[in-house]
């Protein structure tokens, strides 16, 4: 059974920097692409980027492009989404998800397992 837990998450500043991490377990970690997606209060979740099984190729939604960055440890079954220039819109609950293959998928319905997510929230 995979598991994935997402930390990092808090009360951030407009203009602030947040890292999130995601540990998981459950099945060769290395095989796997992965991903981070996001899901405000009554809307669809949606992508944010995705990172290949070496972490050779990645890609991101072009709200985000520029300003986060995805990378992962395969020798530590952990991936992490490093978040700079932060903005009123990124606040929203972010979900880390391992795809089904090996290569960056953006598309919700290829991944198959999801963290329980964590929240970003603007401070005031």
């Known amino acids: 059974q995979v598991q994935l837990e997402e930390s990092g998450g808090g009360l951030v500043q407009t203009g602030g920097s947040l890292r999130l991490s995601c540990a998981a377990s459950?099945?060769?970690?290395?095989?796997?692409?992965m991903g981070w997606f996001r899901q405000a209060p009554g809307k669809e979740r949606e992508f944010v980027a995705t990172i290949s099984w070496t972490g050779g190729s990645t890609s991101y939604a072009d709200s985000v492009k520029g300003r986060f960055t995805i990378s992962r440890d395969n020798a530590k079954n952990t991936v992490s989404l490093q978040m700079n220039n932060l903005k009123p819109e990124d606040t929203d609950v972010y979900y880390c998800a391992e795809a089904n293959g090996y290569y960056i998928k953006t598309v919700l319905n290829q991944y198959e397992y999801w963290g329980q997510g964590t929240p970003v929230t603007r401070s005031r």
């Open positions: 459950g099945r060769t970690f290395s095989s796997y692409a």
